[in-house]
């Protein structure tokens, strides 16, 4: 089960509209299907007012508490999660092509991935009449003011945060990523004997540093850049440290044989030394 996700209220940001043409697109789903552009008026007061409690999403929910002279109304704006075999089609689309997953994780929402997911019947955007709404407040409108005011600030969300949708359609980022086909198969066992465990920063900073490391043979010395003098160290420790590190990186290079197609293409591209 999907986890829900807390997002702190935001402060009054009057006029503000979402950025993003998914982030538009979320408010347009709501605004289509909407009969009264009067409470869509004061739902984006609201919304820039700072009146917006912190907003929880769920699979299929979206909550706040909305702050009205009249009093403070509980909000549930709600979309239809995507079924097991509806993600199963998503899934395939999104490692179809590598910049879709990259994308989502660079904070964007392709387009080419939300128009192969349409043509794999999976609605991952709402469209009119998806989002549905419940408040305790007496508008009879749907959207009333302050649910309006909730799409508004979650299209804010969506903005810095695509996976926010994914999260209202079912799936948080970890179901999502850890699904097969998103990561490449890594044996856990030779993951933990390759990479240092985490320190606290307390026990790191608390500790002796360590010993700097000898000056490399001067058959593989090559001249560096400057660098600074570092405080509180010795005049020649970044040397040192920048002169061990290529070090060991032309030892681990020369474990590895040359590949001939390779190098020749190399030569080619260098040209006669």
Same mark, same amino acid.
């Given at each position: 089960?999907?986890?829900?996700?807390?997002?702190?209220?935001?402060?009054?940001?009057?006029?503000?509209?979402?950025?993003?043409?998914?982030?538009?697109?979320?408010?347009?789903?709501?605004?289509?299907?909407?009969?009264?552009?009067?409470?869509?008026?004061?739902?984006?007061?609201?919304?820039?007012?700072?009146?917006?409690?912190?907003?929880?999403?769920?699979?299929?929910?979206?909550?706040?508490?909305?702050?009205?002279?009249?009093?403070?109304?509980?909000?549930?704006?709600?979309?239809?999660?995507?079924?097991?075999?509806?993600?199963?089609?998503?899934?395939?689309?999104?490692?179809?092509?590598?910049?879709?997953?990259? !994308?989502? @994780?660079?904070?964007?929402? /392709?387009? =080419?991935?939300?128009? #192969?997911?349409? %043509?794999?019947? &999976? *609605?991952?955007?709402?469209?009119?009449?998806?989002?549905?709404?419940?408040?305790?407040?007496?508008?009879?409108?749907?959207?009333?003011?302050?649910?309006?005011?909730?799409?508004?600030?979650?299209?804010?969300?969506?903005?810095?945060?695509?996976?926010?949708?994914?999260?209202?359609?079912?799936?948080?980022?970890?179901?999502?990523?850890?699904?097969?086909?998103?990561?490449?198969?890594?044996?856990?066992?030779?993951?933990?004997?390759?990479?240092?465990?985490?320190?606290?920063?307390?026990?790191?900073?608390?500790?002796?540093? !360590?010993? @700097?490391?000898?000056?490399? /043979?001067? =058959?593989?010395?090559? #001249?560096?850049? %400057?660098?600074? &003098? *570092?405080?509180?160290?010795?005049?020649?420790?970044?040397?040192?440290?920048?002169?061990?590190?290529?070090?060991?990186?032309?030892?681990?290079?020369?474990?590895?044989?040359?590949?001939?197609?390779?190098?020749?293409?190399?030569?080619?591209?260098?040209?006669?030394?």
């Amino acid at each position: 089960m999907s986890a829900a996700r807390g997002f702190p209220a935001f402060p009054p940001r009057p006029g503000r509209r979402g950025r993003s043409w998914w982030a538009r697109a979320f408010v347009a789903a709501m605004e289509d299907a909407a009969l009264d552009a009067v409470l869509l008026r004061r739902g984006r007061r609201f919304a820039g007012s700072g009146r917006v409690g912190p907003i929880t999403v769920s699979p299929g929910r979206i909550a706040a508490a909305v702050e009205d002279p009249d009093g403070m109304y509980d909000v549930a704006v709600h979309l239809t999660e995507l079924t097991g075999a509806e993600w199963d089609r998503l899934l395939e689309q999104v490692t179809a092509e590598s910049g879709h997953l990259a !994308a989502l @994780l660079d904070g964007e929402v /392709p387009r =080419s991935l939300v128009r #192969s997911a349409e %043509a794999a019947d &999976v *609605p991952l955007l709402p469209t009119i009449g998806d989002l549905e709404s419940d408040c305790d407040c007496p508008d009879i409108g749907d959207p009333c003011q302050h649910a309006a005011a909730v799409c508004y600030q979650t299209a804010w969300l969506l903005d810095d945060d695509p996976f926010v949708l994914l999260l209202l359609r079912g799936r948080d980022p970890e179901e999502l990523l850890g699904a097969p086909g998103l990561r490449p198969d890594v044996d856990a066992t030779d993951v933990e004997a390759d990479v240092d465990r985490p320190v606290p920063a307390e026990s790191a900073y608390a500790a002796r540093p !360590a010993a @700097l490391p000898a000056m490399p /043979p001067a =058959s593989r010395r090559q #001249s560096g850049p %400057a660098l600074p &003098v *570092p405080p509180e160290l010795p005049p020649d420790a970044l040397t040192l440290l920048a002169a061990d590190a290529a070090s060991r990186a032309r030892s681990l290079l020369e474990q590895f044989e040359p590949d001939p197609a390779l190098s020749a293409s190399t030569d080619v591209v260098r040209g006669p030394v």
